[in-house]
Nanobody
Framework: QVQLVESGGGLVQAGGSLRLSCAASGRTFSTYTMGWFRQAPGKGREFAAAISWRGNWTLYADSVKGRFTISRDNGKNTVYLQMNSLKPEDTAVYYC????????????WGQGTQVTVSS
């Protein structure tokens, strides 16, 4: 079982930066693939980025590639999303999620943190 708590959201002007953090409980955090997803008002949830349990591979949606960077610190049970060059269309609730090796899909989700980018 993994519990996830996101933080770091807020209001920022277009072109600015934010760093989201996701703190995980549980001794097996280092064995989970971690992902960041987002949901804009009136839209479905969409994938943003993912990182393997060792951090040796990352994956990004085309919409954030080159602007967002996902990283993790297994010693601190934390995954990060550094967001640069933010655009108004990045406005959404951002969720982190965890997927174990035996999970078909992401099985654990945080409560989300709001990111608002003003033009």
């Amino acid at each position: 079982q993994v519990q996830l708590v996101e933080s770091g959201g807020g209001l920022v002007q277009a072109g600015g930066s934010l760093r989201l953090s996701c703190a995980a409980s549980g001794r097996t955090f280092s064995t989970y693939t971690m992902g960041w997803f987002r949901q804009a008002p009136g839209k479905g949830r969409e994938f943003a980025a993912a990182i393997s349990w060792r951090g040796n591979w990352t994956l990004y949606a085309d919409s954030v590639k080159g602007r967002f960077t996902i990283s993790r610190d297994n010693g601190k049970n934390t995954v990060y999303l550094q967001m640069n060059s933010l655009k108004p269309e990045d406005t959404a609730v951002y969720y982190c999620a965890a997927k174990g090796s035996g999970d078909y899909d992401y099985a654990y989700w945080g409560q989300g943190t709001q990111v608002t980018v003003s033009s």
